[in-house]
Nanobody
Framework: VQLQASGGGLAQPGGSLRLSCAAS?????IAWFRQAPGKERRGVSC????????GYADSVKGRFTISRDNAKNMVYLEMKSLKPEDTAVYYC???????????????????WGQGTLVTVSS
C-alpha cells in the first residue's frame, strides 16, 4: 500500500485545514497520526475502510472529522478550531490487519505516507 498525504500548511488559532490521504491498494483502515518536535507519534483519528467506523483521540474530539471516499481511495481529515498544540507533522497510515481502528497503535500500521506539516500560529 502506498500513501500520499497533502493539505498541511499554516493556520491561525481557531482556523481550519483539511488534510487528504491518497491510498493505493487494499486496506482495512486508514489513520492519521501526528508527531510534534521532541514528542512521540500519536494517533489522531482513524476510519475503517470497510464499515466506516471511526475513532478519535480525546484531544481532537469535536474538532476534527475523518471521512473517506472509497471510490477515489481517499481519506480526509477536516480540522477545525485549531490550537497551537495541534502543530505537528501529520502522517496517514494504512492497516491491513483489521485491528488498527479505533486503537491506533502505530505498530499495527504497516504503510506510512511521507507526512505533511501543520503549523498553528498567529
Amino acid at each position: 500500500v502506498q500513501l500520499q498525504a497533502s493539505g498541511g500548511g499554516l493556520a491561525q488559532p481557531g482556523g481550519s485545514l483539511r488534510l487528504s490521504c491518497a491510498a493505493s491498494g487494499s486496506t482495512d483502515a486508514i489513520a492519521w497520526f501526528r508527531q510534534a518536535p521532541g514528542k512521540e507519534r500519536r494517533g489522531v483519528s482513524c476510519i475503517s475502510t470497510t464499515d466506516g467506523a471511526t475513532g478519535y483521540a480525546d484531544s481532537v474530539k469535536g474538532r476534527f472529522t475523518i471521512s473517506r471516499d472509497n471510490a477515489k481511495n481517499m481519506v480526509y481529515l477536516e480540522m477545525k478550531s485549531l490550537k497551537p498544540e495541534d502543530t505537528a507533522v501529520y502522517y496517514c497510515a494504512a492497516d491491513v490487519t483489521g485491528w488498527g481502528c479505533p486503537g491506533m497503535s502505530p505498530r499495527i500500521f504497516t504503510s506510512w505516507g511521507q507526512g505533511t506539516l501543520v503549523t498553528v500560529s498567529s
